[in-house]
């Protein structure tokens, strides 16, 4: 934040950020919720404890993370006044969230492959579990990558200068978070059968 504003633009500030901080703690609260229900729900004897998890959503873990570390230099390109590199740090970001759903998708497909569907006879309890908890984190992802667009578009602009920063801020705190909370739901899965 920069001190050369005025007051009633740092009140704005620290508005903004808690609206976003909010958010996210309520979509942690929603996870957490579903992720206790799964751990609940792994005591019924229909549970699958043998289910391979799809190598398609290790890749997408790491291309996530990737893309959490392209928008992190994508910051520090915007705060050392290098806009250029910022706009390839996003786009890099951009791609890499994009290469991240093909993953998702493609791990639904191995899921299915496995012979396990979201509903109906062919579904099990612990798949439709998975399907839940990716689907909900996709939908947040899509906000995300509309955000994404929205970043890029003002970069391209030139609206991110000096103290005026506060929506590219913004947008890196909420991808940070997607990261983060994948990395948590990938690690849950995987770990916890």
């Known amino acids: 934040m920069d001190l050369g504003m005025d007051e009633e633009a740092i009140k704005q500030y620290k508005a903004k950020k808690m609206m976003l901080w909010v958010g996210m703690i309520s979509m942690s609260m929603t996870f957490a919720g579903l992720t206790s229900a799964y ?7 229909d ?51 994009l290469l991240f759903i093909f993953f998702q998708f493609k791990g639904f497909g191995d899921i299915i492959a496995q012979g396990y569907y979201f509903t109906g006879a062919e579904s099990s309890i612990t798949t439709s579990f998975l399907y839940v908890l990716v689907l909900l984190h996709l939908a947040h992802l899509f906000a995300g990558i509309i955000v994404l667009i929205v970043v890029y578009i003002r970069l391209l602009n030139g609206r991110y200068s000096g103290s005026k920063t506060l929506g590219f801020e913004l947008a890196n705190l909420f991808w940070h978070f997607l990261d983060i909370l994948w990395i948590y739901l990938y690690l849950f899965i995987l770990l916890y059968r």
């Open 39 to 45: 751990v609940v729900s792994s005591s019924r004897s």
């Open 47 to 97: 549970w699958l404890s043998q289910f391979e998890m799809p190598s398609s959503f290790t890749i997408s873990t790491l291309l996530i993370f990737l893309s959490s570390i392209s928008f992190f230099l994508a910051k520090k390109s915007l705060e050392g006044k290098n806009v250029k590199h910022s706009k390839n740090w996003v786009l890099s970001t951009f791609l890499l969230a």
